[in-house]
């Protein structure tokens, strides 16, 4: 049923108003029984349903209700799936509606800016076109079902240290291409129905109190409708908050977000038409989140489980398999060792950390496929409540892995690595997983080491295994999912959605992170993952966008269906992709675009489109790209808009970043014109550089000057006009009185200067924007 909004606020006291604007518990907004406003119900999380069980005794953190635990994010980013996720976001829909859950606190989107957050194991990725198309296609699968998400955390909480009052650095155009810009597509496309605004400050402002972040970019500029949300205790100031457009204080914040507001409005800082405008925004959430409810929903569980098993499988990703060594052969003998393989690392810790409704671990699983303890020998290695070598457990388990003719070796990140509310302070793996794998090595040449982890680890025993794959966190599953890649019922698909360093200090943000104090300066600007090792030919120990298959892609027939564009134009991009191998298998085509004469500062390459493909053994696939002139802009400061500079860029097509297979070079015709303020300051640099202004400039300055200059060299030799124009490249226009010897008078060369001004004016070269 319709309700009159405007109608139903005038019917609100000051009191009822004011008290719609915060948490009325932990988890539930509040609802006015007497203007029949019903309360609704939020809940975690990104990768599984956390509906806490009981009051909210436990800051949030209790005890929740069983629910499907799905992959982490780190895990389903690395399956750059948009149909799984959707269908993933489907199915969390259909669990929220099950469980009374009108809007789900996800998805997460902040770059990984740094490995080692602690948070990263709940994030999508280093790339922000990654990030945001997968967020768009989780936040399409859970609204399908009638359950709203909130998008988070907005924005640049890249860490967990001090996360509440740290305040980033971010120059404007990092904070546009990178942090931003994870939030932005999925905005736009996405349209969640919430955004939760992050704790952290941006260069001196609290996020959740800042007109430039809630108003002017999320609401004006991406058209979002929705309301904003606090984090949970992110508010420093409500009134301030308010007034910059954030609309919900959560939780519950005991009155005293209530007493700020009235006293705001009782001294006339905050007016009553704002305050409307909030709880307007606030009813019409409450209203349809209530319309969508579906009374006895229901949801298979078998069918969540197998999803989430699939889930899991396509974002594993095989870094290493020398020697074929995998997929395994049910006639060898395998030594299983690592006590993860009967205790599953599978979710991370924190608001996400679900209940799950099943548990499969890998041994059971392989032990059930092998159907014995002859084929099947197992040993734990290492204890997981402590991290010193235990020399018993690496005894048995090296005499395990001498009686077989392979090891599967599972190490990682135990749960007190990584989690919410903290950062690691280092790459490693724990030492005692460590020394298991230099010592199982020695007695055992088959080594296949599987990962279970949140996040990147340095790997300096690489070398000693002939298998590595990163299982990262495969939620409930996981156990299924494992047995599916190590015995090839199921070909591996993942790649990396994030760049594995070397060594912690190879990371670009290494100095910077995290910060002195509360400030953190993010000096890498726009130089994140792989753009910065790329740029800076830094080869990393595994590239973004990696990871390897049981069989072969091979590609061909790269074709633009235009070589000449405008920047306002669409661009096609066709390529051809052919399973050569001998098994089925899923292929993800990666394309990126590299500017290659830009007159700014740009990464080697950055990543603008990419399609999964599954092909049967010899099957070849037309995959088709679509551009835009985003996929060709950088951030332009000074006009304070995305922009594209005319030239020469060229389109890659291949299996990472590091892995190009096919190139084509195009020109983009820029339809803006910048033009620059021409001053005393102007360099002849900058004026030989500008298409529009260099000849009618180097013109003027002959006309004036009646004395030989570097414009008109007395020297024809190729050395000396080359000297001469690196000299005079950086000089300033003031200069030319001197240079000439007074030959140009300071009234000639305002004259100058005025006349490049009037060109530009006059100018009729697309639209115009000027430079101060």
């Not at 932005?184 to 605004?197: D, H, I, L, Q, S």
């Not at 091979?554 to 235009?562: A, N, Q, T, W």
């Not at 500008?690 to 200059?709: F, G, Q, R, V």
Request: one cysteine or more; glycine letters at 8%.
């Amino acid at each position: 049923m319709e309700r009159d909004i405007k109608d139903l606020i005038s019917k609100m006291s000051l009191r009822e108003k004011v008290s719609m604007c915060t948490g009325v518990d932990f988890w539930h907004l509040k609802g006015i029984e007497r203007l029949g406003i019903p309360k609704i119900r939020v809940g975690d999380g990104p990768h599984g349903l956390r509906k806490q069980i009981g009051d909210d005794g436990h800051m949030g953190l209790g005890p929740s209700e069983p629910a499907t635990c799905f992959p982490a994010g780190a895990t389903l980013a690395s399956s750059w799936d948009k149909g799984l996720i959707r269908e993933v976001g489907s199915a969390l829909g259909k669990e929220a509606q099950a469980e009374g859950i009108t809007v789900l606190l996800g998805p997460g989107v902040n770059i990984k800016r740094s490995p080692l957050c602690g948070r990263n194991f709940e994030y999508y990725s280093e790339d922000p076109h990654l990030s945001s198309e997968l967020a768009t296609s989780y936040i399409h699968g859970v609204q399908s079902e009638g359950v709203g998400t909130s998008l988070k955390h907005y924005v640049a909480n890249n860490q967990e240290h001090r996360r509440m009052t740290t305040n980033a650095i971010i120059d404007e155009r990092a904070l546009r291409e990178i942090y931003l810009s994870s939030f932005e597509n999925a905005v736009k496309n996405g349209k969640p129905w919430t955004v939760m605004a992050s704790y952290n400050r941006v260069n001196y402002e609290f996020v959740s109190e800042s007109p430039f972040f809630l108003q002017e970019v999320l609401r004006n500029e991406w058209g979002f409708d929705g309301i904003v949300m606090s984090d949970w205790g992110a508010i420093d100031e409500r009134a301030e908050a308010l007034a910059a457009g954030l609309d919900l204080e959560m939780p519950n914040s005991l009155g005293f977000g209530e007493k700020k507001l009235l006293d705001a409005i009782e001294h006339e800082k905050l007016s009553m038409a704002q305050l409307d405008q909030v709880v307007e925004r606030l009813l019409k959430l409450i209203f349809h989140a209530h319309s969508q409810k579906k009374e006895g929903a229901k949801f298979n569980q078998r069918l969540h489980h197998e999803l989430a098993r699939r889930a899991a499988v396509e974002g594993m990703v095989l870094l290493k398999n020398d020697d074929e060594v995998l997929p395994l052969s049910k006639d060898k003998k395998i030594a299983l060792i690592g006590a993860f393989a009967k205790e599953p690392r599978y979710q991370g810790g924190g608001s996400s950390h679900v209940n799950p409704l099943q548990l499969d671990n890998l041994y059971d699983e392989m032990a059930c496929e092998l159907g014995g303890e002859d084929k099947l020998l197992y040993a734990d290695g290492y204890d997981l409540h402590m991290e010193l070598p235990h020399t018993r457990l690496i005894e048995e388990a090296i005499a395990t892995a001498e009686k077989a003719d392979c090891a599967v070796l599972m190490v990682g990140l135990p749960d007190r690595y990584e989690s919410e509310g903290y950062d690691r302070t280092h790459l490693r793996i724990p030492d005692d997983h460590q020394l298991l794998i230099k010592e199982v090595a020695k007695v055992q040449p088959n080594l296949i080491v599987v990962l279970s982890n949140g996040a990147p680890v340095e790997m300096p025993w690489l070398d000693k295994a002939k298998g590595l794959l990163e299982a990262y966190l495969g939620g409930q599953a996981v156990g299924s999912a494992l047995k599916d890649i190590l015995f090839g019922y199921a070909n591996p698909s993942g790649k990396l959605a994030e760049t594995f360093p070397v060594k912690l200090s190879d990371n670009p943000s290494y100095l910077h992170f995290p910060g002195d104090g509360n400030l953190v300066e993010y000096k890498e600007g726009i130089f994140v993952g792989y753009r910065y090792y790329d740029t800076k030919e830094r080869p990393p120990l595994f590239p973004f966008g990696y990871g390897l298959s049981y069989t072969e892609f091979e590609y061909s027939s790269l074709i633009v269906d235009d070589e000449v564009i405008k920047d306002t134009d669409e661009l096609k991009v066709q390529v051809t992709v052919k399973n050569t191998g001998d098994r089925a298998g899923k292929e993800i085509v990666q394309l990126y675009v590299s500017d290659l004469a830009s007159t700014m500062r740009r990464p080697l390459k950055e990543l603008k489109g990419f399609e999964k493909v599954e092909l049967q053994p010899g099957e070849e696939q037309v995959v088709e790209f679509t551009l835009n002139k985003r996929s060709f802009a950088y951030y332009n400061t000074e006009i304070k808009d995305w922009h594209v500079e005319t030239g020469e860029y060229e389109i890659l097509v291949g299996k990472s970043s590091a892995e190009i297979e096919l190139a084509h070079k195009i020109i983009v015709q820029s339809t803006v014109r910048i033009n620059q303020i021409v001053n005393r300051n102007t360099t002849i640099g900058e004026l030989m550089a500008d298409s529009l202004l260099a000849e009618p400039a180097t013109e003027l300055i002959k006309k004036m000057n009646s004395t030989p200059t570097f414009l008109d060299s007395v020297d024809e030799s190729k050395e000396m006009a080359e000297m001469m124009e690196a000299l005079t490249e950086n000089m300033p226009l003031r200069a030319l009185v001197f240079f000439t010897k007074g030959s140009i008078t300071e009234e000639e060369l305002q004259y100058i200067i005025d006349e490049l001004n009037k060109i530009q004016t006059y100018s009729t070269t697309g639209v115009e924007k000027t430079v101060k």
